[in-house]
């Protein structure tokens, strides 16, 4: 890759907090700050993280928003005004180009829509492609999201932005904080209960100064988001789900709307909502070294009947953890397996997940 | 009097007599960040210099640690297997990963010394 890295409006300040720089997703971006991955990690889940995800595609739509059901299995015409949802953006196959968050904001008409860093350019090109016309999406790629998260973010934040102790889990609304206006919507990527606040460019370092001047704040970088996120059971996408999956087969039918699955009107509907051959599942070695991602998954007899695609070490649970795809009948809870690590045999059991109970503040 | 060398992927040897001690250095503990868990050799086992002998794993990724000579396995740091985090904290004493008979001593003499490594370092 030769083009040059791009960089989010929070640059400098990561410099400035001694943060590891990574290139991620075409921009140069936070790994871990000089707390480290596992201090970073168990703070979120005791405290408060600030994270950059700035690098995340953000976009509004205009006109027919009705129209985004051609691209999604989501319930998009039933999400009431002030909440926000989760969603699959479908191949013309049904299978899975991206996942995202969309959001009614009250009294707006245009929607707002949250994409995957590595393939914001792409989603957008391919939305506006199949909208043809009945709507239009604009990206924002210009604005910043700062992700606050954690079991006291709730304190932090009420205390800028007086009032958004109301929301609950999945809302979302125009606020101030620190004297800027943003979207904050009370979501994340990290089981925990918290905020995504999405902002323009010129304010985005103000706010994160703001926040981060909060004595339970600390910057968290993309290593800890990942054990964070991968704790709570959720898929990241090229890794988890990607072109190759659908919804049943990645176990996201939940993200389905249920008017959408009685009327099969989504693409690929068919296949995805009859017998699967793979699924998602978690999954718990029983020693204490990872399985990475790839990592072959072996059933009592040796034969190959799946594959890790996120693999790691929770701080919180103390021990390895990994996702991956096996084969329909290993699927179930507690379903022994093994995995081929180094060459040797681990054993480990198919889990529920999340790994660690969300705490999402419904 | 022992004596310390170093490679170039940052391990450490310390020879005393016929043993050597190897483990990483401060410089890779810091760059691999949090340990979260260590596999080890077993004793007898047969190593080559520059070949595979240990891994080390780290919350994002697991990292192979090289036999900074050819020799025997004697013994391994069983404690890291609880305690992983000691390769974080004292990468240079307590968190040795493993001792080697040698079966060469001109290829530990061939390693950087002190000097050298601080400078290759500093290159980096």
Not at chain 1, 41 to 58: A, I, N, Y
Not at chain 1, 257 to 267: I, N, T, Y
Not at chain 1, 306 to 322: M, Q, Y
Request: glycine share 10%; charged share 25%; aromatic share 8%.
């Amino acid at each position: 890759m030769t083009d040059a890295l791009l960089r989010t409006p929070l640059y400098a300040l990561h410099l400035e907090l001694g943060a590891k720089m990574v290139p991620f997703a075409g921009y140069e971006m936070p790994v871990q700050y000089p707390a480290g991955v596992l201090k970073e990690h168990l703070h979120t889940r005791e405290k408060v993280g600030l994270f950059d995800v700035s690098h995340m595609g953000q976009g509004f739509l205009a006109g027919d928003t009705a129209a985004l059901e051609r691209v999604t299995p989501a319930d998009v015409t039933g999400l009431k005004e002030g909440t926000q949802r989760y969603g699959l953006l479908l191949t013309d196959a049904g299978t899975i180009l991206d996942d995202f968050m969309f959001s009614r904001l009250a009294g707006e008409a245009d929607m707002y829509l949250v994409v995957n860093a590595d393939t914001k350019v792409g989603d957008f090109a391919y939305i506006s492609e199949k909208l043809n016309g009945a709507a239009a999406l604009t990206p924002r790629f210009d604005r910043a999201l700062l992700a606050l998260q954690g079991p006291l973010a709730v304190d932090v934040l009420e205390r800028h932005s007086p009032g958004i102790s109301a929301l609950t889990f999945m809302q979302v609304r125009r606020a101030t904080v620190a004297g800027a206006s943003v979207i904050i919507s009370r979501t994340g990527y990290t089981g925990e209960d918290g905020f995504e606040i999405s902002i323009d460019g010129a304010d985005a370092e103000r706010v994160a100064r703001a926040l981060l001047g909060e004595s339970e704040v600390l910057p968290i970088g993309l290593g800890a988001r990942d054990s964070l996120r991968l704790e709570a059971g959720l898929c990241l996408y090229g890794h988890d789900i990607d072109t190759t999956r659908n919804p049943a087969e990645a176990s996201l039918m939940w993200s389905i709307g249920k008017r959408r699955k009685d009327a099969k009107d989504f693409p690929g509907a068919e296949k995805t909502m009859g017998p699967q051959a793979i699924k998602r599942v978690g999954i718990l070695p029983e020693g204490r070294a990872p399985a990475r991602e790839g990592t072959e998954i072996a059933d009592k007899s040796g034969r190959i009947i799946g594959k890790v695609t996120s693999g790691g070490f929770g701080p919180s649970l103390n021990g390895p953890l990994a996702m991956g795809y096996v084969e329909t009948q290993f699927a179930a809870n507690g379903t022994p397996v093994d995995l081929m690590v180094r060459g040797k045999v681990m054993p480990a059991a198919i889990a529920a997940m999340p790994f660690v109970p969300n705490r999402y503040r419904r | 009097m022992s004596e310390v060398r170093y490679t170039d992927q940052h391990e450490w040897i310390r020879l005393d007599g016929e043993e050597a001690t190897v483990g990483i250095t401060k410089y890779a503990a810091e760059s691999l960040g949090d340990v979260v868990f260590v596999e080890l050799p077993a004793s007898g086992k047969a190593v080559t210099a520059g070949g595979g002998a240990a891994v080390v794993e780290s919350v994002k990724a697991a990292s192979d640690i090289y036999a900074p000579a050819g020799g025997t396995v004697t013994s391994a740091n069983s404690a890291l297997e609880k305690e992983p985090s000691k390769v974080n904290e004292d990468p240079e004493g307590e968190g040795w990963f493993f001792k080697l008979k040698l079966s060469d001593q001109g290829e530990f003499a061939k390693l950087m010394d002190k000097d050298a490594y601080a400078k290759f370092v500093d290159s980096l």
